[in-house]
C-alpha cells in the first residue's frame, strides 16, 4: 500500500514532527507486523527520527546544520543559491524504514518521525509504503 501526503513548510530549515499521519496511515492500511518506508522526493528535504519530547532538541540540530553548512553562496558552484540545503539533505537521507509491530511502528519511547525542510518555505510530498509480512 501507497500513501501521499503533503505538508507546507514556513521556514527555511525546520523539522516537522509526521509520527501522527504516519501512524494513521499503519492503522489505515490494517498492517499488524510489516514494514513502513517513509520517503520525501526531495532534493533540499530529508527524513529522519529523532527525539520528539524536548522540542529545543530539533532547535539544537537545525542551529548545529546551520553552524556546520552555511548558506553563504559564493562557498558553492551549484547555481540556485540553495547547496547548503542538498547538502544538508544527503546528511540526512530522504527516507527511514520502520518495523511495524503489532499495528505500531516500532520506535523509542523518545523517537519521533520528522520531516526536514532545508529549502523553504515550500509545500512537500511525502510517501509512505506500507509492506505486511508475509504470514
Given at each position: 500500500m501507497l500513501f501521499t501526503?503533503?505538508?507546507s513548510t514556513d521556514r527555511s530549515l525546520s523539522?516537522?514532527?509526521?509520527?501522527?499521519k504516519v501512524k494513521k496511515y499503519i492503522r489505515e492500511s490494517g498492517c499488524r507486523?510489516?514494514?513502513?518506508?517513509?520517503?520525501?522526493?526531495?532534493?533540499?528535504?530529508?527524513?529522519?527520527?529523532?527525539?520528539?519530547?524536548d522540542p529545543h532538541v530539533q532547535d539544537d540540530i537545525a542551529?548545529?546544520?546551520r553552524d556546520l553548512?552555511?548558506?553563504?553562496?559564493?562557498?558553492?558552484?551549484h547555481g540556485e543559491r540553495n547547496s547548503h540545503s542538498h547538502v544538508m539533505s544527503t546528511l540526512t537521507g530522504?527516507?527511514?524504514t520502520l518495523i511495524i509491530k503489532d499495528g505500531n511502528p516500532l520506535l523509542g519511547v523518545w523517537q519521533g518521525i520528522?520531516?526536514?525542510?532545508?529549502?523553504?518555505p515550500r509545500m512537500r510530498t511525502i510517501h509512505i509504503k506500507i509492506m505486511k509480512d508475509v504470514e
Amino acid at each position: 500500500m501507497l500513501f501521499t501526503f503533503r505538508i507546507s513548510t514556513d521556514r527555511s530549515l525546520s523539522f516537522t514532527d509526521i509520527s501522527s499521519k504516519v501512524k494513521k496511515y499503519i492503522r489505515e492500511s490494517g498492517c499488524r507486523n510489516g514494514i513502513a518506508i517513509i520517503f520525501t522526493p526531495h532534493t533540499t528535504a530529508g527524513i529522519t527520527i529523532n527525539e520528539n519530547a524536548d522540542p529545543h532538541v530539533q532547535d539544537d540540530i537545525a542551529w548545529k546544520f546551520r553552524d556546520l553548512i552555511p548558506p553563504d553562496e559564493s562557498e558553492y558552484l551549484h547555481g540556485e543559491r540553495n547547496s547548503h540545503s542538498h547538502v544538508m539533505s544527503t546528511l540526512t537521507g530522504a527516507s527511514v524504514t520502520l518495523i511495524i509491530k503489532d499495528g505500531n511502528p516500532l520506535l523509542g519511547v523518545w523517537q519521533g518521525i520528522y520531516f526536514c525542510e532545508f529549502d523553504g518555505p515550500r509545500m512537500r510530498t511525502i510517501h509512505i509504503k506500507i509492506m505486511k509480512d508475509v504470514e
